[in-house]
């Protein structure tokens, strides 16, 4: 039995929202263990990151980076992957989402400007066309 395609496109949203957040935020729980955050740094609370996140240096953004680029990716690759028509539209979409939350982080966290302008111009919109590419070629 065929999934109406609407039903199909909301579930493929939906999960797509929801897988790519927990790939975010998994890879966030672990990145003080793979990177330790600066001596001193707070990083428990929004407040505290806030307060001594001018202790951070360039590598400390590797992981913040990467949870963002690889969780919408993931997010747009089951997207694309659900879809029943416009996978690469899904895709896209999903990178949209992200990357309204990229932007709101960004208004609340006062991270440096090069990595604000890293973070919104790659981790979102190419990560999603590229999931989105990977499974339009796959499937055709």
Known sequence: MQMNPIL?????????????SIVNGAIIQISGSI????????VK????????????TPINFLMPWLAHALGTFVGAFIAAL????????????IGCVFLIGGITAVMML?????FNITDLALAYIPMGWLAGKIVTRKQG
């Open 35 to 42: 990177i330790p955050p600066p001596e001193g740094a707070d």
């Open 110 to 114: 006062p991270a440096p400007m090069w």
């Open 8 to 20: 199909k496109n909301i579930l493929a949203v939906v999960l797509g929202i929801i897988i790519g």
């Open 82 to 93: 659900i879809a029943a028509n416009n996978k690469m539209k899904f895709a896209i979409a």
């Open 45 to 56: 609370t929004m407040e505290g990151l806030k307060a001594s996140i001018h202790l951070f």
